[in-house]
């Protein structure tokens, strides 16, 4: 069973940064590609960024995009999220999500086409 653990988050100011980390275990990480979402109290998930298995197919939600990296390392199992200039509109609940696929440039950006999630990390953005 595929287990998703996401680190990182925490309280910063306005134009600071974060990384966040999601440690995938369980099967083989470089068989999935992986997502990022977010969703804060009140609001439905949303797409945040994905990552391909290949690492060459990447996409983002347009309000991060210039601000936002995703990127992967097979070899650690882990799936990164560089958040630079971030913004007191960025606070939110971080999720990592994982999705078995046969193709190395598949990616993913619907919550439905995920199958597993991890439990999520906080981050908050203060003015």
């Known amino acids: 069973q595929v287990q998703l653990v996401e680190s990182g988050g925490g309280l910063v100011q306005a134009g600071a940064s974060l990384r966040l980390s999601c440690v995938f275990s369980?099967?083989?990480?470089?068989?999935?590609?992986m997502g990022w979402f977010r969703r804060g109290p009140g609001k439905e998930r949303e797409f945040v960024a994905a990552?391909?298995?290949?690492?060459?197919?990447?996409d983002y939600i347009d309000s991060v995009k210039g601000r936002f990296t995703i990127s992967r390392d097979n070899a650690k199992d882990t799936v990164y999220l560089e958040m630079n200039s971030l913004k007191p509109e960025d606070t939110d609940v971080y999720y990592c999500?994982?999705?078995?696929?046969?193709?190395?440039?598949?990616?993913?950006?619907?919550?439905?086409?995920?199958?597993?999630w991890g439990q999520g990390t906080q981050v908050t953005v203060s003015s």
């Open positions: 369980g099967r083989t990480f470089s068989s999935y590609a």
């Open positions: 999500a994982a999705q078995f696929t046969y193709y190395q440039n598949n990616y993913y950006t619907k919550i439905s086409d995920y199958t597993y």
């Open positions: 990552i391909s298995r290949s690492a060459e197919r990447i």
